[in-house]
């Protein structure tokens, strides 16, 4: 039995703790800046809570990393360096320098680096794709993909709105559909984004954004994203358009995805995530594939290289909005196995 140690007790921690329950391994060990919250994770998981990942990595054998993104980094490189397998929130890190780091140092330590992209996991964004790989749409040229929700808030450490420590809604939100996109058409080698509250400080009450993505294959992706709906709202949508046919999903018009709210412990603010429940949670199919990729070796739908790639896209959207120009996106050779 495989001994986890998780970083971060709030809505992701718990999440992934729930999906740790359906495995046999043992949620053993938590870290958090939150007393309180590391308590309550720590009795209803039965874990040992530990003031730093310094501290908790010799007793434990895989780190999940749920805590904000900016932090990522630093977590990774050090759980590496003591040879631990790794399972990293998306998005993988702040920057692309950062990430190409992160990457680069896991294949040199020779432990597994596993993003948590839980789009590819839905099912039915992994139905279309299958569709599309089947041949059963023909030669596709368009996909649309949409995600709007509420803005998060947390009253302690609003850290998802702010700029400098999340990347903002494209990188955090929006780059759930900038990963699929790359899943169903392939390598990106140019992108087009406009943002309508896009700045350095970042602190508006809203945000949405358009991006145009450019296939190497020539298959054109437009994405929609929003921080602007009113609560509890969280809608998505998938459209993939082919000589032979159109794949379409709107979860306003199916049941299958349906809001979730992941109140925090001590007070009534809260982080929407879409749900599943009339089948296996995504969050519990992703977990159960990567536990099995660390144990055996077996292969995942998400490589560390894929988290990487939604991150040299996602901030090439974000200077795309930024300069009003489009940006080119070059394949990151140094990182490539």
Request: hydrophobic share 40%.
């Given at each position: 039995?495989?001994?986890?140690?998780?970083?971060?007790?709030?809505?992701?921690?718990?999440?992934?703790?729930?999906?740790?329950?359906?495995?046999?391994?043992?949620?053993?060990?938590?870290?958090?800046?939150?007393?309180?919250?590391a308590k309550q994770f720590s009795e209803k998981y039965h874990a040992k809570i530990f003031p730093d990942l310094e501290n908790m990595l010799p007793e434990v054998d895989i780190i999940d990393i749920c805590?904000?993104?900016?932090?990522?980094?630093?977590?990774?490189?050090?759980a590496a360096e003591a040879g631990k397998a790794i399972i990293c929130e998306?998005?993988?890190?702040?920057?692309?320098d950062e990430g190409v780091k992160m990457v680069k140092v896991c294949h040199e330590a020779g432990v597994k680096l596993l993003v948590g992209h839980v789009v590819r996991f839905f099912p039915e964004y992994a139905?279309?794709?299958?569709?599309?790989?089947?041949?059963?749409?023909?030669n596709i040229s368009v996909v649309r993909l949409s995600r709007e929700?509420?803005?998060?808030?947390?009253?302690?450490d609003n850290w998802y709105v702010d700029y400098k420590k999340s990347g903002g809604?494209?990188?955090?939100?929006?780059?759930h559909?900038?990963?699929?996109?790359?899943?169903?058409?392939?390598?990106v080698i140019k992108v087009f984004a406009k943002n309508i509250t896009l700045s350095t400080d970042f602190k508006a009450s809203f945000d949405h954004a358009m991006a145009i993505l450019t296939h190497a294959n020539g298959v054109i992706t437009h994405l929609e994203c929003s921080w602007a709906m009113p609560k509890p709202i969280f809608r998505t949508s998938i459209e993939i358009g082919g000589s032979e046919g159109l794949i379409r999903y709107d979860s306003e018009s199916a049941t299958p995805i349906n809001i979730s709210l992941h109140k925090n412990a001590e007070d009534d603010h809260s982080v929407g995530l879409p749900g599943m429940p009339m089948t296996e949670s995504p969050y519990t199919t992703q977990i159960k594939e990567f536990y099995d990729a660390i144990i055996n070796d077996t292969p995942t739908r998400v490589s560390a290289e894929d988290g990487l790639a939604a991150v040299q896209i996602a901030r090439a959207a974000i200077e795309s909005a930024k300069t009003g120009r489009s940006v080119e996106i070059h394949h990151l050779k140094e990182v490539s196995a």
């Amino acid at each position: 039995m495989k001994k986890v140690g998780v970083l971060g007790t709030g809505v992701m921690g718990t999440t992934h703790a729930e999906a740790w329950l359906k495995t046999d391994a043992s949620i053993f060990a938590c870290v958090s800046k939150d007393e309180d919250q590391a308590k309550q994770f720590s009795e209803k998981y039965h874990a040992k809570i530990f003031p730093d990942l310094e501290n908790m990595l010799p007793e434990v054998d895989i780190i999940d990393i749920c805590v904000p993104t900016f932090l990522h980094h630093k977590m990774v490189l050090t759980a590496a360096e003591a040879g631990k397998a790794i399972i990293c929130e998306k998005p993988l890190s702040l920057t692309v320098d950062e990430g190409v780091k992160m990457v680069k140092v896991c294949h040199e330590a020779g432990v597994k680096l596993l993003v948590g992209h839980v789009v590819r996991f839905f099912p039915e964004y992994a139905a279309a794709r299958e569709r599309v790989l089947a041949g059963d749409v023909g030669n596709i040229s368009v996909v649309r993909l949409s995600r709007e929700a509420f803005q998060p808030f947390n009253e302690k450490d609003n850290w998802y709105v702010d700029y400098k420590k999340s990347g903002g809604m494209i990188q955090d939100m929006m780059i759930h559909d900038i990963d699929y996109a790359r899943w169903v058409a392939g390598d990106v080698i140019k992108v087009f984004a406009k943002n309508i509250t896009l700045s350095t400080d970042f602190k508006a009450s809203f945000d949405h954004a358009m991006a145009i993505l450019t296939h190497a294959n020539g298959v054109i992706t437009h994405l929609e994203c929003s921080w602007a709906m009113p609560k509890p709202i969280f809608r998505t949508s998938i459209e993939i358009g082919g000589s032979e046919g159109l794949i379409r999903y709107d979860s306003e018009s199916a049941t299958p995805i349906n809001i979730s709210l992941h109140k925090n412990a001590e007070d009534d603010h809260s982080v929407g995530l879409p749900g599943m429940p009339m089948t296996e949670s995504p969050y519990t199919t992703q977990i159960k594939e990567f536990y099995d990729a660390i144990i055996n070796d077996t292969p995942t739908r998400v490589s560390a290289e894929d988290g990487l790639a939604a991150v040299q896209i996602a901030r090439a959207a974000i200077e795309s909005a930024k300069t009003g120009r489009s940006v080119e996106i070059h394949h990151l050779k140094e990182v490539s196995a």
